[in-house]
Nanobody
Framework: VQLQASGGGLVQPGGSLTLTCVVS????????WGWYRQTPGEDRELVAR?????????EGTAKGRFTVTISRGNTKNTLSLQMKSLNTADTGIYYC????????WGKGTLVTVSS
């Protein structure tokens, strides 16, 4: 499975950002995908997940602020994570991967929320 996340950057508190991840390869039997975040010194944590049907589940502070979507293709899927009302606690490296069992991790994309 290949994972390519992008869209990270520097954003001010209160701002918005949309992340994108293209997943490809042996994905035919993967039914749910997640967005994960890792901050320095902390374990990687699930932020939100989405089933291929489009049903999404959000964790903790992502509820009400983040929206995860999936677009399915023949050979790849595209995940998006729309984030709004960002605060400094949202800073971290964001990864996409399968859920509940992640495959090898890709590079992730860095989100920095700072004034």
């Amino acid at each position: 499975v290949q994972l390519q996340a992008s869209g990270g950057g520097l954003v001010q508190p209160g701002g918005s950002l949309t992340l994108t991840c293209v997943v490809s390869g042996d994905i035919a039997e993967i039914y749910s995908w997640g967005w994960y975040r890792q901050t320095p010194g902390e374990d990687r944590e699930l932020v939100a997940r989405v089933h291929i049907s489009g049903n999404a589940v959000y964790e903790g502070t992502a509820k009400g602020r983040f929206t995860v979507t999936i677009s399915r293709g023949n050979t790849k899927n595209t995940l998006s994570l729309q984030m709004k009302s960002l605060n400094t606690a949202d800073t971290g490296i964001y990864y996409c991967n399968s859920w509940p069992t992640p495959r090898d991790w890709g590079k992730g994309t860095l989100v920095t929320v700072s004034s």
